[in-house]
Nanobody, 113 residues
Framework: VQLQAYGGGLVQAGGSLRLSCVASGGPFRITAIGWFRQAPGKQRELVAANSGGTTTYAESVKGRFAISGVNANNTMYLQMNSLKPEDTAVYYC?????????WGQGTQVTVSS
């Protein structure tokens, strides 16, 4: 399974971006999906995840970000609204299939103040 993330870029504070992640190399059974991010000098952190129909968000993004499940085109999304400079990071998509764990290559999101 390969994951390819798209949609990062430079946006002003208060703006929106939608990240996409396309999964290929299937078929595969999805156990969970998620988006993580890593800012310079910081550890990778969970942004949003969906497992068994239960969605989890980091406190810092609740009410602003929304994760979607994998659609018929094997694509999942992260809609990011009301972006803040502290959201600046490399964003990674993640897919778990049974015990296997797959990562996308990361896409840079930069939010200017």
């Amino acid at each position: 399974v390969q994951l390819q993330a798209y949609g990062g870029g430079l946006v002003q504070a208060g703006g929106s971006l939608r990240l996409s992640c396309v999964a290929s190399g299937g078929p595969f059974r999805i156990t969970a999906i998620g988006w993580f991010r890593q800012a310079p000098g910081k550890q990778r952190e969970l942004v949003a995840a969906n497992s068994g129909g239960t969605t989890t968000y980091a406190e810092s993004v609740k009410g602003r970000f929304a994760i979607s499940g994998v659609n018929a085109n094997n694509t999942m999304y992260l809609q990011m609204n009301s972006l803040k400079p502290e959201d600046t990071a490399v964003y990674y998509c993640n897919l778990r299939s049974g015990w296997a764990n797959y990562w996308g290559q990361g896409t840079q999101v930069t939010v200017s103040s």
